[in-house]
């Protein structure tokens, strides 16, 4: 039994023994890998150890740089010259073929190097132009890819430690090509079943190759077909490159096996390092190796680079160009080939890695090629190479097909092998000195073979490599050089391996099994698995000799013989490149997507909104009776019908929309001629109504029957109007071409007013515009037309119903047929823009002159006033008017009369005779000349003078310190100074002069400065007004900017390591320096949303460094730079998946160990494997999505719309994190780093949200709540205990009640000194428009519950700073007076207690479109007016309603507020003592005027909150004013 289980051991090289065994092992058991067979240097032999030099290396640069042109010839040119030559030449010694390729299956035994080296290097085979086989073309630039070798990263670092490769198996006869190199290998290959190598269906065939990860799977070059199907799992990697090596491979695989099923009974001895030392290696070298000693622990048996080019080149020499099969009858027999023909033998170039073997799908099959081998004689052994293997050898890379020569040749190079000379002199060979030496044979046989070579290495025989020396050596048996090392190689395998058979003392073997053991021959092996006769097999396969039985037919050559399938270039991209863009197009498309949803959610969000605003109307709307017809109005092709409500009243015909607005009034007014037409067709449901002087009416029905009911109707109206009517029918085409539509006369009045105004203004005919070819029928026609009154209330922007437009059109309408014709429009029109002041306040004289006795009385003068005061939807009551109209008449001395003529009417406009001046009559379309605007812009600025215009102010303007208020600047205009020739022509002889604005000269010499000197300064003035944000900004950016260099650089330069440089240069370093910005950008971009931390470092010392207010805005920039550079990273990662695509395995295995095993497939992955099927791209893909979804509605235009989809979407900013988490950790390129980067600012930004969420958790009371004017709702809650606040800060509300639970930002209006807590919030959105509904005061006498409200702050912002500056401007638009509420009370209260405050003097402009639209502020300014005894706060109110108009209307407005604001010091508007003020406030001027105000102030706060545009405007005017060397304007601004 021992003697059995030794032979298992030792032959099987495995723990194969079967379980009844009655002896336990008793020797060592020997490791698959190769390790630990010499105890003294484990790794000698092991697999992956390095190779071991008999001769020093070789190299350019002496440690890893090989050799190449020119100092080397081009290894194509040295194939095609010393090579290449006729095949079918027999061996000199009947060598066959099975000896051949069994050589082949030993070197499989003991070397691997052909496995790409990481980084991938390449040493490129240049093809010279013209090559038959490889540029057939000419056009010279085929480069056939040559990898260099995997090598020992702990070589190659000098000269003396010079590059080594390594061997990839172990370097011991060991099996390891029939059981692997690895114990998982062989554990692969077993089937754990008595011992046996696991089989397919076919016990005699091994189970395909399904792992990858073992063996080599190249396509094939004939066909291309590729992947491990048809593959057999072997212990060598290569195994299956041809059905030869294939067939040894089975061969070894059934005599495994069945040795397993003998063991327990008496068998012979075999053993394949018997027959690999003893038989074959004496055949291959014709010398048999000396006796063996015993081992030598001290040997190294390490596998030379030199055996390597050695063994295997010699044996490509004796490749024939086909291959025999024959049965045991010594019949040879056809092969069926590719195309279905037969041939005689195996072509060898077509048969390289074939997945389908129709002549080998049997064991019968395998044993025919086995014996065919075993009959034929090899090739001759020389320097030629058959061009099966020469040109036509599996190609790496893109290529089908390689020259296998060239590519031995630059393998030595990148083995550093030493040149033929030297290795001759370092094995102790005699010297050659001449070319001819070399092979004296070859000399005599074909000289000019070593002439030419000698050309191509320039006559040195110097440079002669070892590998085409040692092959042009040789002549029938390998040379002096080859045989020398190969004969060395195997000496040293035996006698330094501690498990030689032959080693008695390893106890494996006694002495009679040892001999038993080398009685063993191949021929015993082939006998025992394919049956044959004995006497069918000649003894010695390795020889066939005459009167060996089975001749082969003829020695083979290429004639007869299917020709070799020629070379392919494979295009990795091929099919994808249709793909790969439609990919990148989807995610350019990801932000379009979001947009689109945006657009969606925001159109849903305002429809909601507009249904809530619109539920109180529709609720009052169905409460009314309404009468009157439904219907269409048919506006024209080009625009869409809208829905209206007919309305027959006694005179006119009405059209109002579902709200009850009228849309148009048509006047009834005989002797009009109207034409009443009606459709025939289509159900006739259409009406024509026709009137002159009015664009005509169209009408659309649902039901005939609804349109005879209106018509009924409308003949009776027309005849109670006393109206001739015509009536007639047309084709509903027919009738809506002859319809006037509102456009045509919308071109038609267009042309009157331009024609119109030509003649008042003195302008060209041709100014007026271009008219069509018609110009003289359609000028008629525009001329000869007439308004009615509601086209002139739209020409002059305002409603028919108006007073105003009613006195002026009565005025206008001469003839009182109730339309104005082209001559009554100009007659009005030149008053007003060519009359004096007495002329124009003539006209309004008669305006209000109702009841026409030249008089107007007080009722008549209050009428007049409530006209102009409809512009400004203000409501003043009779009482309020009457107390204005009593001041203006005792103000004139006009007290004791009750009517007045035009005389003392313009003696109570004698001091605005300037306004009247540039009075005109703004027509709607028709743009008032600039030079007007700068004229008459009614502005006020501070000056130094002593102006006090209150009581209380005018008793302290005693004391010698100038007093700061507001006043009108009004326009002088002194006769000496004549207008301009502009102005003088267009607007006629009466505007004599004028004079410009004066402004208040500064107190400090001014000196004259260079350009260059202003700019400098300018530029000083920017860096010390922003230096803050500078300092910040910039050491940001500098620490994003050198973590993006730092990775683009290592990268560039210092990563040659990893050879993904080589690969993707420029997309790997944009993606790894982006991805190095952006992880520190989405890392510390949590912290500006630190609101508590903000707010606690806001008072520290951090503030004098640190811009706070702008962490916001800071927000927004890192953000923006963020998605640029995500772009950015993306785009890299483009250029790198493309480039992946198109890579091959070899190069991606070294790239990405963890991804890939370079496997010989060489086919990359598809493009959308990177995109979808890894963790990365899959990560990125939805990243990207998250981005434009977050950036999307993060924008400022969706935000105003649809807050609720902002604050969900930006929730996503969790996802967002792990997806960078997890888009990182996969580690594909390099280590994570994102988790350096982010995890201080998650902690930070953690133990800030829980600060909020702690706070979040506290139900709060509201305490009243009261809805104001102008959607505003006031709420008063309990202030939380605790809860410590500045004024000028905000809060965060949310109320569960709406049943969501998102946070709003909202600025507190109370004071700190308050108990509770107070907010005015606008219904400017769904969500306070339902917090307004929820609110609102409960009907009847129930008793108010009030939802309660979740707080969250107060937080910091840059107003609650206005303390710290001695002069503070607050500048409020909108509801952004919220802030400026709790400041203005905050100062009050603080002057009254006595406290000391900093600051001396504020300034508070409130911007607002009307007076009613924050009534609320109101009060609370009257607070303060009241309670400012030191006189600390000025108040100034702009209408912005009113802006730019300088017609009538705002001209009489602008006299009365000054003179209310005169007599009673208080706005007309208002009711406070604030002046007011009409447009906009011109904030450069008002900074300038401050200056001289407070000449002693270096720096004043400027603190705004508003409309984006108005906040825009502040911070221009600040930075125009700070340019100069002067007082210093700090702008603070709100975000939330």
Request: charged share 20%; with cysteine.
């Amino acid at each position: 039994m021992r003697f059995c289980l030794a032979l298992a051991w030792t032959l099987l090289v495995g723990p194969w023994a079967p379980m009844e065994a009655e002896n336990p092992i008793s020797w060592e058991v020997q490791r698959f890998d190769g390790w630990y067979n010499n105890l003294m240097e484990h790794r000698w032999g092991s697999k992956g150890s390095r190779l071991q030099r008999t001769i020093p290396a070789s190299y350019a640069d002496g440690v890893y740089q090989p050799l190449g042109e020119p100092y080397l010839p081009n290894a194509r040119d040295l194939s095609n010259t010393a090579m290449k030559g006729p095949a079918g030449q027999a061996s000199q010694r009947n060598r066959t073929v099975l000896g051949v390729f069994f050589g082949y299956h030993v070197l499989s035994d003991l070397v691997s190097v052909e496995t790409p080296g990481c980084p991938a290097e390449f040493l490129n085979i240049r093809i010279p132009p013209g090559d038959p086989v490889f540029d057939p073309d000419q056009r010279g630039d085929v480069v056939l890819p040559f990898q260099r070798s995997r090598w020992d990263p702990e070589t190659g670092r000098s000269p003396s430690n010079p590059r080594d490769l390594t061997n990839e198996v172990t370097g011991w006869l060991d099996g390891s090509s029939i059981y692997g190199s690895s114990h998982s290998w062989s554990d692969a290959l077993r089937s754990f079943s008595k011992g046996q190598l696991a089989s397919g269906p076919d016990p005699a065939f091994p189970r395909d190759s399904q792992n990858s990860l073992l063996m080599w799977a190249a396509p094939d070059p004939a066909t291309g077909q590729r992947g491990p199907q048809g593959l057999y799992a072997f212990g060598a990697e290569k195994g299956n490159r041809d059905p030869f090596l294939q067939a040894l491979g089975l061969l070894w695989f059934r005599y495994h096996n069945l040795w397993a099923q003998r063991l327990a009974s008496p068998c012979p001895l075999s053993d394949p390092q018997n027959i690999a030392l003893y038989e074959w290696l004496p055949s291959f070298l014709q010398k048999t190796p000396p006796e063996y000693t015993g081992y030598k622990p001290f040997l190294d048996p390490s596998i030379s680079p030199e055996f390597v080019v050695a063994s295997e080149q010699f044996l490509s020499t004796m490749v024939p160009p086909g291959i025999y099969m024959r049965n045991s009858s010594c019949h040879f027999q056809g092969v069926i080939n590719q195309n279905s023909s037969v041939s005689r033998a195996f072509r060898v170039c077509n048969n390289y890695w074939k997945r389908e073997h129709p002549n080998l799908r049997s064991a019968k099959d395998v044993d025919a090629l086995l014996l065919g081998m075993a009959s034929q004689i090899a090739e001759r052994e020389d320097h030629v190479v058959v061009e099966d293997v020469r040109d036509f050898w599996p190609g790496p890379l893109k290529f089908s097909r390689t020259d296998h020569l060239a590519g031995c040749l630059q393998r030595g190079r990148d083995l550093g092998l030493p040149s033929y000379t030297k290795a001759r002199e370092a094995l102790g060979l005699p010297p050659i000195t001449r070319w001819q030496d070399i092979n004296p044979e070859l000399t005599r046989s074909d000289g000019t073979v070593l002439e030419a070579i000698a050309v191509l290495y320039n006559q040195d025989l110097s440079r002669l490599e070892l590998l085409p020396g040692g092959l042009l050596e040789s002549h029938g048996d390998p040379g002096p050089l080859f045989s020398t090392i190969v004969l060395n190689q195997f000496v040293r395998l035996r006698d330094g391996d501690r498990y030689w058979f032959e080693n008695i003392k390893n106890g494996l073997f006694s002495e009679q099994e040892i001999a038993e053991i080398r009685n063993t021959s191949l021929w015993d092996v082939l006998v025992a698995i394919t049956n044959v006769n004995p006497s069918a097999l000649q003894p010695n396969v390795f020889f066939w000799r005459e009167g060996d039985p089975c001749p082969q037919p003829r020695q083979l050559s290429t004639e007869g013989l299917p020709t070799c399938a020629p070379p392919v270039i494979r295009d990795y991209f091929e099919g994808s490149g249709f793909g790969f863009g439609v990919t990148i197009g989807i995610l350019c498309c990801f932000p379009l997507v979001s947009l689109l949803s945006a657009w969606i959610v925001a159109q849903l969000r305002m429809r909601n909104f507009k249904r809530l605003q619109g539920q109180d109307r529709q609720s009052i709307m169905s409460e009314k009776l309404v009468e009157g017809v439904e219907a269409l109005e048919w506006q024209g092709r080009k625009e869409p019908c809208r829905p209206v409500l007919v309305q027959l009243q006694p005179g006119q015909i009405r059209l109002v929309d579902g709200r009850l607005t009228v849309l148009r009034t048509i006047q009834l007014r005989p002797p009009q001629q109207v034409n009443l037409i009606l459709s025939n067709n289509r159900g006739r449901r259409t009406l024509l109504l026709k009137i002159p002087k009015e664009y005509d009416l169209v009408l659309l029905f649902n039901l005939e029957g609804e349109r005879q009911a209106l018509v009924e109707n409308l003949r009776g109206a027309l005849k109670e109007s006393g109206l001739s009517f015509q009536e007639w029918e047309l084709h509903e085409q027919e009738l809506m071409r002859a319809a006037v539509t509102r456009e045509h006369r919308s071109h038609l009045l267009e042309t009157f007013f331009r024609h119109l105004f030509s003649q008042v203004l003195d302008i060209n005919q041709a100014d007026a515009g271009t008219l069509p070819l018609d110009s003289s029928q359609k000028v008629q026609e525009a001329l000869t037309c007439e308004l009615s009154r509601t086209e002139f209330a739209e020409s002059l922007g305002l409603k028919p119903q108006d007073m105003f437009v009613e006195s002026m059109f009565s005025l206008a309408d001469k003839d009182g047929n109730g339309y104005l014709s082209f001559r009554e429009f100009l007659d009005i029109l030149v008053v007003f823009m060519k009359g004096s002041p007495e002329e124009k306040s003539r006209l309004m004289f008669r305006m209000y002159d109702f009841d026409g006795n030249g008089l107007i009385s007080k009722d008549e003068f209050i009428r007049m006033l409530r006209s102009f005061i409809e512009i400004s939807n203000n409501c003043l009551s009779k009482a309020q008017l009457a107390e204005v109209v009593e001041s203006m008449f005792r103000e004139s001395g006009f007290q004791d009369k009750e009517e007045l003529t035009w005389e003392d009417f313009h003696f109570m406009l004698r001091d605005h005779d300037t306004d009247l001046r540039f009075t005109q009559l703004c027509v709607k379309g028709v743009e008032v000349p600039e030079v007007i605007k700068d004229l008459c812009r009614r502005a006020s600025y501070v000056s130094p003078e002593k102006i006090c215009p209150s009581p209380r102010v005018r008793a302290r303007c005693s004391r010698s310190d100038v007093q700061t208020e507001w006043t009108p600047q009004r326009l002088q205009c002194p006769m000496d100074t004549d207008p301009p020739q502009e102005i003088r022509r267009r607007f006629g002889k009466k505007v004599t002069s004028f004079q410009p604005l004066l402004f208040t000269e500064a107190h400090r010499e001014k000196f004259q400065r260079s350009r260059r000197h202003q700019t400098v300064q300018q530029f000083k003035r920017f860096v010390e007004n922003y230096r803050r944000h500078i300092g910040c900004v910039a050491v940001f950016y500098a620490i994003a900017g050198g973590l993006f260099l730092e990775r683009a650089y290592y990268y560039a330069f210092a990563a040659h390591h990893m050879g993904i440089t080589d690969t993707t240069r420029v997309g790997i370093i944009l993606s790894r320096g982006t991805a190095a910005s952006i992880s520190f950008m989405f890392s510390y971009i949590l912290l500006t949303m630190c609101r508590n931390l903000i707010t606690f470092l806001r008072e520290t010392f951090l503030n004098r460094y640190v811009p706070f207010d702008a962490a916001v805005d800071f927000h927004r920039l890192i953000a923006s730079t963020a998605i640029v550079l995500t772009v950015l990273h993306s785009a890299g990662h483009v250029v790198n998946v493309f480039l992946f695509s198109i890579s091959p395995l070899s190069v991606l295995s070294c790239l990405f160990p963890g991804l890939f095993h370079d496997d010989g497939s060489e086919f990359p992955q598809k493009y959308y494997w990177w995109f979808f099927q890894t963790v990365p791209g899959l990560t990125g893909v939805v990243l990207l999505l998250v981005l434009a979804i977050m950036y999307v509605f993060a924008s400022h235009h969706f935000r105003r719309r649809s807050f609720r989809g902002f604050w969900l979407t930006h929730h996503l900013y969790i996802l967002l994190y792990v997806l960078l988490i997890i888009h990182g950790s996969f580690a594909l390129i390099q280590l994570p780093r994102f988790h350096i980067f982010f995890l201080v600012p998650a902690l930070i930004y953690g133990g800030d949200k829980l600060v909020s969420l702690s706070r979040k958790k506290v139900e709060i009371s509201v305490v009243k709540a009261e809805l104001l004017p102008s959607g505003v709702t006031y709420l008063r809650f309990q202030r939380p205990q605790g809860f410590e606040y500045k004024s000028g800060q905000w809060v965060r509300i949310a109320c569960l009640a709406l049943g969501t639970t998102e946070y709003h930002p909202f600025t507190l209006t109370s004071a700190p000194h308050e108990d509770t807590l107070s907010l005015h919030i606008r219904a400017a959105g769904p969500w306070t428009t339902r917090l307004r509904e929820i609110y609102s005061p409960p009907m009847g006498d129930r008793c108010a519950k009030y939802p309660k409200l979740y707080l969250d702050g107060p937080f910091g912002e840059g107003h609650q700073e206005w303390h710290k500056f001695e002069v503070s401007v607050l500048v409020g638009g909108g509801i952004g007076v919220t802030p400026f509420a709790s400041i203005l009370k905050d100062l009050v209260f603080k002057s009254s207690v006595s406290c000391q405050v900093f600051c001396k003097k504020i300034y508070f402009i409130w911007v607002t479109r009307t007076q009613r639209q924050f009534e609320w502020l109101a009060d609370i300014i009257r607070e303060v007016e009241e309670n400012d005894h030191q006189d600390l706060v000025s108040v100034h109110i702009y209408i912005t309603q009113l802006a730019e108009k300088f017609d009538l209307r705002t001209t009489m407005l602008y006299i009365c507020e000054r003179h209310f604001q005169k007599v009673l010091n208080r706005s007309l508007f208002t009711g406070l003592r604030s002046v007011t003020h009409f447009g906009r406030p011109p904030f450069e001027p008002f900074f300038n005027s401050l200056q001289e105000v407070h000449p002693q102030v270096r720096k004043i706060g400027v603190f705004s909150c508003g409309p984006p545009g108005m906040t825009k405007n502040v911070e221009k005017a600040c930075q125009v004013i700070n340019r100069q060397d002067r007082t210093h304007f700090s702008h603070h601004y709100e975000n939330f």
